[in-house]
């Protein structure tokens, strides 16, 4: 049994933001025992770690990030999509081929990630099993929670990443048999998308679905463009979800659902008859110029709406970050698209940040007993002689800070220390 | 005469970034003298400074920040304008009528431009002359460049806030004829908005800048509510900018409006007629939902654009940030108003944020030969094994980089350090 001292917060839900000022979290076996005021006699004795007027947060989740493309980060941004995917991404990506080019990349990742407090990810790779399998293993060493996923790509591919649908399908089978035991890491379905996967494709990945028990990650009605192609490649669905539905790949585990910009009332209907996780990457969609989504509008028709960075597309690690660009996308989108667009709060966005993703990977993301003591400690944001609420200090972490103002780190309840 | 060694970067114009790498510039008396690809037998002997692979670039200009609302960075910003402004910024203002409380704030806002790379500004502050005053000293100090105001508001103001208008022409005379000998910092006039000005404050600082020689900064067309105020409080002006104009304002010194978002023809026809400088604030004005610059549109009007971080609606010193920043928000302007938006290249944003607003100050903000050498060494921003061209160092700089990435500071050919 241990004891933290500072000012603690979370989130209940989407309205509501939990705040114990100078309080104590009790941690036992690397779970939330309770939090208290004073240290009740229960406790005398227990270790007592202070930190102060620290705030200590729930570690941030990530559910949309191509790990493979971190080199890449902050390159080429005044590009539009097609341009930036054909000259940087798809070149870069083909790389991964190699060992020797992916492990580097994939230890800068993952030690960028835990220096930004960032402790669960839902991951996209490249098509290489081989190296896949190099990012599986170090999360795993790290202790870190992750879907991964190797990515299915068999047409309207360049050919240096298309693979054919046998290999692909063949590939990933191999790859979820290797993993059919991880309890922090687990392996995830990952078609990259509608225009680049054939029917064939995803009705095979949709059966593996159901064999392994294995949930799917993609990217839905990302852009026009794509939500088009969607459409124009499967006249037969009415929707870029109904894709999924109908090849097989929905209700197997969670499915993850980046960008979903453009939704339409089937779109919608499928999201809720499968409990998909809808992804908002607000700096990427900006980066891309997909558009905006319509964050309170889609909440308000309960879709589960969490935040990733979607590096490369978005620059950096830190989901504190797109809890603040998160807001002031809504702000324009209010601006620009008044009957869907409303502002939200910063508390929403933290909870998109923590709570609402961490359900996915188990008690993960709050502080109510029974939840996971994966937790960040930050300081140092406020100026001297200044006090602030610790709201304030939230909020101001998530706009101006950085990693620096991260002064602790725990996993499961043991301080985990970064490169 | 000193040699300084590295990846020699700037802007020509909008449309031209110079880039000599692995080159040595010569600086003359803290004057650029020239670039050479070698070091030229002439300097034989003179000392060479080696930065290796570090990007030696202008450092920045902010062109419209307000020192006063350091403090309050990041605070509220889920908040719309008027809330925000009621709430945070009005009541924390007032405060600066006490030293005590504005000289640590404006130390810490020095310190922080200084860290971030911002060697000269135009600054607003408070109505509050005695402060301005000690903010006005430490840029001295410090040898920056700056443009500093003391602001003007008789009008629609809180009472804490209001100055009669005999008090605040008073004060402002003053506050000119105290600062009449400077050098790199000097005094500009600063009447807050017309919603705050009444036309008598703004006609008799129209003959203080008659009088002294000295321009304006202000804010204009800055958001749809600004705007109609100002056509309502001036039903005989056709435009916001012609206000200024008929008070006597404009063509006394610089004229810097901030925000310029919702131009007319006839705020066209002003900007034009007195090389009127327009800030561009892309992520205060996203912050307090204004609306988005027509960045490109406005350009090819022949409209000079530089960047601003506005702090407090802005959250953070780096006018790198704003390059990023300017560029995304082209992007969705180009999405929502593809008649009048266009995606803008980092290169031009680089522009913005160096050598059009160094013309503020002299000759700042580039490399040819007679410029001042203020300038920042940028380093750091390289994966091990993955070298990238200067031009891509400069972008990943601007979009995921920070002050940790300056790692050299001149002023003038001397070396600065920052605390």
């Known amino acids: 049994m241990k004891l933290y001292h500072g000012d603690i917060v979370y989130s209940e839900n989407r309205d509501k933001l939990n705040v114990f000022e100078n309080s104590y979290i009790a941690i036992e076996n690397g779970t939330v025992e309770g939090i208290y005021s004073s240290i009740p006699e229960k406790f005398t004795g227990a270790e007592v770690i202070d930190h102060g007027r620290g705030l200590i947060i ?16 902050g390159i080429g941004m005044d590009l539009l999509l097609n341009d930036w995917l ?41 098509i290489h099993r081989n190296t896949v399998n190099i990012l599986y293993k170090k ?10 996923g190797k990515v299915n790509m068999d047409f309207q591919s360049p050919a240096y990443l298309c693979e054919t649908t046998d290999k692909s399908l063949r590939e990933t089978e191999i790859f979820l048999e290797e993993h059919s035991s991880g309890e922090r890491v687990k392996p995830i379905l990952t078609p990259r998308f509608v225009p680049t996967c054939s029917r064939e494709l995803l009705s095979g990945l949709g059966k593996l679905g159901k064999k392994y028990g294995v949930g799917v990650q993609t990217h839905v009605v990302e852009s026009l463009w794509e939500a088009g192609e969607a459409r124009r490649l499967f006249p037969d669905c009415n929707s870029d979800s109904q894709i999924y539905e109908k090849t097989g790949l929905l209700g197997n585990g969670p499915s993850i659902f980046a960008h979903f910009i453009f939704p339409t009332e089937d779109d919608f209907r499928v999201v809720k008859d499968y409990d998909c996780i809808a992804v908002h990457c607000p ?13 309170y509008h889609q909440q308000e028709l309960g879709v589960n ?18 809890c603040a660009a998160a807001v002031k996308l809504s702000k324009l989108k209010e601006f620009y698209e008044p009957e869907i667009g409303k502002t939200i709060t910063i508390s929403n966005a933290f909870y998109m940040a923590t709570k609402a993703p961490g359900s996915v990977f188990g008690k993960i993301g709050a502080f109510e007993p029974g939840y996971l ?20 200090r939230l909020e101001r972490f998530c706009y101006a800070g950085d990693d620096r103002n991260i002064t602790a780190r725990y996993l499961a309840g043991n301080k985990l220390s970064c490169v």
Chains 1, 2 share one sequence.
Request: charge should be negative; glycine fraction near 6%; aromatic fraction near 12%.
């Open 305 to 322: 709406i969490t935040l990733g960075s979607d590096i490369g597309a978005g620059v950096k690690n830190g989901i504190y970050r797109q």
């Open 139 to 148: 999360l795993e060493e790290k202790g870190l929670w992750a879907l991964v």
């Open 86 to 126: 054909n000259t940087y991404t798809f070149p870069q990506e083909s790389h991964f081929a190699d060992p020797e080019y992916a492990e580097p990349i994939y230890d800068a990742y993952i030690n960028d990630m835990i220096r930004n407090g960032t402790f669960h990810a839902s991951i996209f790779t490249t």
């Open 373 to 392: 003591f994966n937790a960040l400690v930050i300081d140092g944001v406020e100026d001297k002689n200044h006090p602030m609420t610790p709201e304030q």
């Open 58 to 73: 729930p570690a941030f989740s990530d559910l949309h990030v191509h790990a493979s493309q971190f080199i890449q980060r």
């Open 283 to 295: 700096e990427a969609t900006t980066n891309v110029i997909a558009g905006i989504m319509a964050v």
